[in-house]
């Protein structure tokens, strides 16, 4: 069974606005591996549940061709609305039915993804594609929220954070949980013995309280709840947004803090 919660247009499109980029040093770890396990040439990298194309961005300058795979039309059509990347392309796809031949694909990746997968047959598909010595790397955080920084105000931040994630929490999907345990069930189904699970990978930036909201907006627990009852979803922005503006002391909210957020990488090669 495939999970359809990515499909709205308003969703992609919140989506693309507002979610985070995997830090430049993951990239860099994930490439410096495929150079370690397969060497270069790096001719075709494929990223999994690339939604609106965040990840699939980042691998561009280090492939000859990248390509975007993903179950969700509307947000295939908001990564290709992105300008400035001649070498990759998009399609509708499933992880765990890939359009590539045998042996042909460099670098596997999901960000954020790889818990929506169907575990046995995503493998089965990530053995057959890959060339001898290609890579997989899943990645994703673990928590709902950032942990963030303002003035001596951050606790209180994260106080709230943790209030809206108690909320959301009844319309969660149970597959988040997989995300939140770092895949460690699919890291142990991998029938590579080549494997490793990097972790603690901390990505240090600044956010808008405009766009911690928009943040939340683009979390599917959010949009299952915005189905139930949309006016209480909506009033649960307002009201975050005001408390945000309230504990921080400020009028705008553009008004930006610091954001920490912590990745893992299940990283693994096919034996050569
Ligand atoms: C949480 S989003 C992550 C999007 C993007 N990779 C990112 O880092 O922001 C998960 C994406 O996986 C897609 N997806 C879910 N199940 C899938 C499957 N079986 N095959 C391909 N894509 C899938 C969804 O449509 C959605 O766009």
Not at 24 to 36: A, C, P, T
Not at 128 to 157: M, W
Not at 198 to 223: A, D, H, K, M, P
């Amino acid at each position: 069974m495939a999970y359809r919660l990515f499909e709205g247009k308003d969703h992609a499109s919140i989506y693309q606005k507002y979610r985070f980029t995997p830090p430049d040093e993951l990239i860099n770890i994930i490439i410096q591996n495929l150079d370690k396990k397969k060497g270069k040439p790096h001719v075709l990298a494929v990223d999994l549940g690339c939604g609106t194309g965040q990840n699939t961005r980042l691998l561009g300058p280090h492939f000859q061709a990248v390509e975007g795979i993903d179950i969700s039309e509307s947000q295939l059509e908001e990564a290709k609305g992105v300008p400035g990347y001649p070498n990759i392309t998009y399609r509708k796809g499933s992880a765990e039915d890939l359009p590539f031949p045998d042996g042909s694909v460099d670098l596997l990746t999901a960000a954020s993804a790889a818990h929506w997968f169907d575990q046995s047959r995503f493998l089965a598909e990530a053995c057959r594609v890959l060339k001898p010595g290609g890579c997989v790397a899943l990645l994703g955080y673990s928590c709902f929220f950032p942990r963030l920084h303002y003035q001596d105000c951050g606790e209180r931040l994260n106080q709230i954070c943790e209030e809206v994630k108690q909320v959301m929490l009844p319309y969660t999907s149970n597959q988040v949980a997989v995300a939140f345990s770092k895949l460690e069930e699919l890291y142990s189904a991998i029938p590579f013995p080549d494997k490793e699970r990097i972790e603690g990978l901390q990505s240090n930036s600044s956010t808008s309280v405009r766009n911690l909201i928009g943040y939340i907006e683009s979390i599917s627990s959010f949009q299952a709840y915005k189905k139930k009852d949309p006016q209480r979803a909506e009033n649960l922005l307002l009201h975050t947004q005001n408390r945000f503006l309230e504990e921080m002391g400020v009028m705008s909210p553009d008004t930006e803090m610091k954001q920490e957020l912590e990745y893992y990488c299940v990283l693994a090669s096919k034996p050569l």
